[in-house]
């Protein structure tokens, strides 16, 4: 008889036990889901919803002090342009270059004007492989010289190509998904950081921006539906020869707001910018064309999105969204229109 309810007792200390554990399960689960995916399914640092959003931000901001922050709170900047750079000796040399050239045309914010202007600069830099994925002592104390760098809590992608600066070809797909990574991350800060600006730009570190031309443009243009650079169009895309579409060539291109807004909130591109990387999901990415960050901004705007309030002029200060490629082939076209002063381009009809 006590051996039998010995029996029963393991039995049911077995289903307890066994109960426990699966309940154990279900909330671990749960907690995970409602952790990852409050309103979209995108991580948390990416998830307006999610508290280490506002932790991503901080860590963006980490080599600004506060009071500046405030500042930049404090002004209603009509452009705030995103110059992604990595963190090497050649490309401080060029961001350094720009420091004393272009942005110390008359309008441009700066810690020597106290961040008074029409449009704010900054440089948006992630961890590069060189320094062990951290940043360098040299990044620091150009930070603290210029306060015009954003740290995003991100890692660069390591280089795999023969590229050179300012030369023809790619830096290899994991630099290049880096970059585009960059670019999203850079338009969803702003969009947050700087709640009055009425436009946000990409820009490299290796252009010249005549800024007083830019800014005197910008002032003509209609607040919404602007998606503005330097037009260019390819017949396909990637290895597959996916096809291929007209973007603003990333030197230098100019979003409103409202179309900033259009791209940092479709889903599926949120989702890869925070996805890792790998070769084996090189057709994933490759279906928002993520491996080239003007390509990527202009399909997701003109065939995912299909953002369509654009403001168009053939002859004035935006760019026609016009097809301007031949189908089938991989040249670079002619722009029918260019509004941006950016490079050695000047052209205005």
Not at 13 to 37: M, Q, W
Not at 140 to 156: C, G, I, S, T
Not at 241 to 250: C, I, Q
Request: proline content about 5%; overall charge positive; some cysteine.
């Amino acid at each position: 008889m006590a051996k039998t309810k010995l029996l029963t007792m393991k039995r049911k200390l077995r289903r307890v036990a066994v109960l426990l554990f699966l309940f154990i399960v279900a909330t671990t689960v749960l907690s995970f889901r409602s952790d990852t995916a409050a309103d979209d399914g995108a991580p948390g640092p990416n998830n307006l919803r999610h508290p280490r959003a506002a932790a991503a931000d901080d860590a963006a901001l980490a080599y600004i002090p506060r009071p500046v922050v405030g500042t930049w709170g404090r002004r209603e900047y009509l452009i705030v342009l995103g110059i992604p750079s990595p963190d090497n000796e050649e490309r401080r040399t060029r961001r350094n270059l720009q420091r004393s050239t272009c942005w110390r045309f008359p309008g441009v914010a700066t810690r020597a004007n106290d961040f008074t202007g029409a449009m704010l600069v900054l440089y948006v830099l992630g961890r590069h492989p060189s320094h062990g994925y951290d940043y360098s002592a040299a990044l620091l104390e150009e930070a603290a010289q210029w306060q015009d760098v954003v740290a995003l809590p991100m890692n660069e992608g390591r280089v795999a190509t023969n590229k050179t600066v300012g030369g023809d070809g790619s830096w290899g797909d994991e630099t290049e998904v880096g970059m585009s990574r960059k670019v999203y991350m850079w338009f969803d800060l702003a969009l947050r950081l700087f709640k009055t600006a009425m436009y946000i730009a990409k820009g490299d570190d290796d252009m010249f921006l005549r800024v007083p031309l830019f800014v005197a443009h910008l002032r003509l243009l209609p607040r919404q539906g602007i998606y503005m650079g330097y037009h260019v169009g390819v017949g396909s895309f990637g290895k597959k020869d996916l096809p291929g579409s007209t973007f603003m060539v990333g030197w230098c291109y100019t979003l409103s707001r409202d179309v900033a807004e259009a791209l940092v909130s479709y889903k599926p591109l949120r989702r890869l910018a925070y996805l890792p990387y790998g070769e084996d999901r090189y057709d994933e990415f490759a279906l928002l064309r993520f491996q080239h960050e003007d390509i990527m901004v202009g399909w997701v705007l003109e065939k995912e999105v299909k953002y369509t309030q654009w403001y168009t002029s053939r002859c004035r200060v935006v760019i026609s969204m016009t097809p301007a490629m031949k189908r089938g082939t991989r040249r670079w076209c002619r722009p029918r229109c260019v509004s941006i002063t950016c490079g050695r381009t000047t052209t205005l009809h």
